[in-house]
């Protein structure tokens, strides 16, 4: 089944520094993978997906990921943090084989921004 | 366009009682998951609904069920409530079967019910 792992349960930048949350999937070439942000007692709000149409995929409120076949990473960046991004992101992949209504998500990364 | 709605928000049961928990699926989606999100960790997988059957399961105990209804509508029950169930429940609705290699899977998620076991 597939998996993915988050490196790192925290990361913490200055307001107008570069975000770079990391997520590494487990094997194959998944069709899909997800991000997903979550801030403070809410739900879970899409950021963006990747669909292998393109390899760097654009989001909401100025993220992307690149998918990397090589690396088996896809991870989130913003160029210049600020200060609403603070929030969880989870990564996350359908689990594959005949459980591909299933997601399976990554631990999740806080993200704290300073001003 | 309405999103996914969950209600109730809050909810505070004690050991042994039972809940039940509803979602509205957004508009237009007729697949309702269920996630369960412990505190400091990522959701898991409770089941999925789509026909008003159940389609998957997760590694959930049977004090865990759902039902669909005809409008796509949905809800989670759990009996015998222990601490650990205390977690926020997350409900996700998508469009379509579950099936492979669909893009229409993707699953939009509603605001969660916070449940507290005493």
């Known amino acids: 089944a597939q998996s993915v792992t988050q490196l790192g349960s925290h990361v913490s930048v200055s307001e107008g520094a570069l975000v770079l949350l990391r997520c590494n999937y487990s094997?194959?070439?998944?069709?899909?993978l997800f991000w997903y942000v979550q801030y403070p007692n809410q739900g879970l709000q899409l950021l963006l997906k990747y669909t292998s149409a393109a390899t760097l995929v654009k989001g909401i409120n100025g993220f992307e990921a690149e998918f990397k076949k090589s690396e088996t990473s896809f991870h989130l960046t913003k160029p210049s943090a600020h200060m609403s991004d603070a929030a969880e992101y989870f990564c996350?992949?359908?689990?594959?084989?005949?459980?591909?209504?299933?997601?399976?998500f990554g631990q999740g990364t806080i993200l704290t921004v300073h001003p | 366009d309405a999103g996914v709605t969950q209600s109730p928000t809050h909810l505070i049961k004690t050991r042994g009682q039972q809940v039940t928990l509803r979602c509205s699926p957004k508009?237009?989606?007729?697949?309702v998951s269920w996630y369960q999100q412990a505190l400091g960790q990522g959701p898991q997988f409770i089941f999925q609904y789509y026909e008003e059957e159940e389609r998957q399961r997760g590694n959930f105990p049977d004090r865990f069920s759902g039902h669909q209804f005809p409008n796509y509508s949905s809800e989670l029950n759990v009996n015998a409530l222990l601490l650990g169930d205390s977690a926020l429940y997350l409900c996700?609705?998508?469009?379509?079967?579950?099936?492979?290699?669909?893009?229409?899977?993707?699953?939009?998620f509603g605001p969660g019910t916070r449940l507290t076991v005493l």
């Open positions: 508009s237009g989606h007729d697949t």
């Open positions: 094997s194959s070439v998944p069709p899909y």
């Open positions: 996700a609705s998508s469009l379509g079967p579950p099936a492979s290699g669909r893009l229409s899977n993707t699953q939009y």
């Open positions: 996350a992949v359908p689990a594959g084989g005949t459980s591909y209504g299933k997601l399976t």
